[in-house]
């Protein structure tokens, strides 16, 4: 089993990072940084009063596994930048290890996402958000991920291609991550459909 450990509140993963000014399309950005804002507003993606953040949203540059996302300790940030999403181009669970090109380092549950779009060629976007009461009220109801695997690990990658290829996880688009509380991940052709379906659990049960 991976020893991935954390370290000032974040997983401690392999991240090759080039850094570069990179400019995100304006037709993948505009929706990306909108939706993420939307889930920043409903305490989905933000921070603990420790200052640690939470959360994050992608969005795949198309006809490729690549894809931008908000980058590491981005959460607790009111509005976001093309400089807070960097480029991940390469993905090795095997390795505990991503490869990235922009000005911050991408998130550490860049694994997780890339596990998605590695699954289905028709996702076009991944959310990742807390909220206690949703994981609490979906934990085994909806596709959850083993109990016993880790959030940021090559293992959590590895349940996620799992739950992704049962017929349940694509007609719901959702996935509890049974290992890491709180946590939820949403996927959808476009990021609105991913976000909108978090949205839909989230109304009438305020996180």
Not at 43 to 51: H, V
Not at 52 to 78: E, H, K, L, M, W
Not at 123 to 128: M, P, S
Not at 134 to 140: R, S
Request: hydrophobic fraction near 35%; charge should be negative.
């Amino acid at each position: 089993m991976n020893k991935t450990q954390l370290q000032d509140g974040y997983i401690k993963f392999n991240c090759h990072l080039v850094t570069e000014k990179i400019e995100i399309p304006s037709e993948l950005f505009i929706p990306l940084n909108h939706w993420r804002d939307e889930l920043w507003l409903k305490c989905l993606i933000g921070s603990y009063p420790n200052g640690i953040g939470y959360g994050n949203i992608s969005v795949r540059v198309p006809q490729s596994d690549q894809f931008y996302i908000s980058g590491s300790a981005t959460g607790g940030i009111p509005e976001l930048d093309q400089i807070h999403y960097p480029l991940v181009e390469r993905c090795e669970p095997m390795l505990n290890t991503i490869w990235c090109r922009g000005s911050i380092k991408a998130s550490s549950e860049s694994m997780s996402h890339a596990a998605i779009y590695s699954a289905s060629s028709e996702v076009g976007a991944v959310v990742h958000i807390h909220s206690r009461i949703l994981w609490e009220k979906y934990l085994d109801v909806l596709p959850t991920t083993n109990k016993l695997v880790q959030y940021g690990t090559p293992e959590m990658a590895y349940e996620i291609g799992r739950l992704m290829t049962q017929p349940q996880t694509m007609l719901s688009k959702i996935i509890v991550m049974g290992g890491h509380e709180e946590g939820i991940i949403a996927f959808g052709k476009t990021v609105e459909e991913a976000s909108l379906a978090i949205l839909k659990l989230h109304k009438g049960n305020p996180a």
